[in-house]
C-alpha cells in the first residue's frame, strides 16, 4: 500500500487549545511532511471538461485544478473517540455542516463535488487501539490497516481517525496537539483528548473540532504554501506553513479563549461561515483552470 517510509521532516505542530480562529501556540507546524505514497485506483470518469487523471494523492495543483472532480472524507474513530454529531441543545445543528461549507468554498472555482460523512454510521469504528498515545509511523500503520478508499483517477480520498490518545513524537506524548496532517499521504488523526479540553460547552467543542479538522485539511491541500503557490505574500513561514491573516483558519495565534468565543459566536450565530482568509482562497483560487 504505501510506498517510501514516512519521515517527518518538519517539525509537529501543536495547535494549541484555544484560539480556533488561528490554530494557536504551536511551535512549529502541526504539518508532518514525509515520504510516503498512497495507492492508486479509482473511478475514471469521462466527463467533457475533465482534466488529466491523476495517480495516488494528488498534488495540489491537479487537486485544484479540473483534474479532481470529487473530495471524499473517510472518517474512522477509536472507541470512545468519536467526532461530535450534534453542537448541542443550543446551537442545535450539525457541526460537519462547517466543514462541508469550508471545503466548498475551497473547491467552488474547480466545481469538486466534496462528500463529508453526515451521520456516526458513515464511520467505522475500529476499537480500541490499546494504545494512549500515537506516533506518526503508528498512526499511518493504522491507516495501512483500515483506510478503505484511496485517491486516483479524478477522486481526491482524505483520511481522518479520530484517536482517544495523544500525539507522540520522539519525546513521548504531546498534551496540546489537536490534530495532525501526514504529509502527502492524505492521513489527519485528531486527537479527542485534547479537542475535549477546548471547552465546557458543547457546541465550543463540537464547532472547535471541526475548525481543526478545516485547518488540518489546509495543511493537506496544500496551504500555505507548501503545494499551493502563494498569490501574496501571507506566508506566516516563522511558524511554519501558516497564514499572516489573524481571522483565517490557516492563522496560528498565541491568544486564548475570547478569541475561541467570538469564533463559536459567529458560527452559531452566521450558521455558515468560511473559516479562511482572502489570501488562502485567493491562492487555490488561482490553481482552477
Ligand atoms: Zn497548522
Ligand atoms: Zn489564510
Not at 166 to 183: I, K, P, R
Not at 230 to 247: K, M, P, Q, W, Y
Not at 263 to 269: G, K, N, Q, S, Y
Amino acid at each position: 500500500m504505501k510506498t517510501g517510509t514516512p519521515v517527518p521532516t518538519a517539525c509537529i505542530a501543536a495547535m494549541l487549545l484555544f484560539a480556533l480562529v488561528g490554530c494557536s501556540e504551536d511551535t512549529t507546524s502541526d504539518d508532518v511532511t514525509d515520504t510516503g505514497g498512497s495507492d492508486a485506483a479509482a473511478d475514471a470518469d469521462s466527463g467533457s471538461n475533465v482534466g488529466p487523471s491523476f495517480d495516488g494523492q494528488p498534488t495540489s495543483e491537479e487537486l485544484f485544478s479540473n483534474s479532481v472532480t470529487s473530495v471524499v472524507l473517510e472518517v474512522d474513530y477509536e472507541d470512545g473517540a468519536a467526532p461530535y454529531m450534534s453542537t448541542g441543545p443550543v446551537a442545535g445543528s450539525d457541526p460537519w455542516e462547517l466543514s462541508q461549507r469550508n471545503l466548498d468554498r475551497l473547491f467552488e472555482d474547480n466545481g469538486a463535488v466534496v462528500t463529508v460523512p453526515g451521520a456516526l454510521s458513515d464511520m467505522e469504528n475500529i476499537g480500541d487501539t490499546g494504545r494512549d498515545s500515537h506516533t506518526v509511523q503508528q498512526i499511518l500503520d493504522l491507516a495501512d490497516q483500515h483506510r478503505d478508499m484511496s485517491s486516483g483517477g479524478h477522486t481526491a480520498t482524505y483520511y481522518i481517525i479520530w484517536l482517544d490518545g495523544h500525539f507522540a513524537d520522539g519525546d513521548g506524548a504531546v498534551d496540546n496537539v489537536l490534530g495532525v496532517s501526514l504529509g502527502d499521504t492524505g492521513v489527519i488523526a485528531m486527537f479527542k483528548p485534547v479537542i475535549e479540553s477546548l471547552g465546557a460547552i458543547e457546541a465550543t467543542r463540537a464547532f472547535g473540532e471541526q475548525a481543526v479538522l478545516i485547518h488540518e485539511f489546509g495543511h493537506a491541500a496544500g496551504l500555505v504554501n507548501r503545494g499551493v503557490p502563494l498569490t501574496s505574500e501571507h506566508h506566516d513561514a516563522e511558524h511554519g506553513a501558516h497564514c499572516i491573516n489573524r481571522n483565517c483558519v490557516m492563522h496560528y495565534t498565541n491568544e486564548g479563549a475570547a478569541e475561541l468565543a467570538t469564533f463559536v459566536a459567529r458560527v452559531v450565530t452566521a450558521g455558515d461561515v468560511v473559516l479562511f482568509g482572502d489570501e488562502c482562497l485567493d491562492d487555490v483560487d488561482a490553481l482552477a483552470e
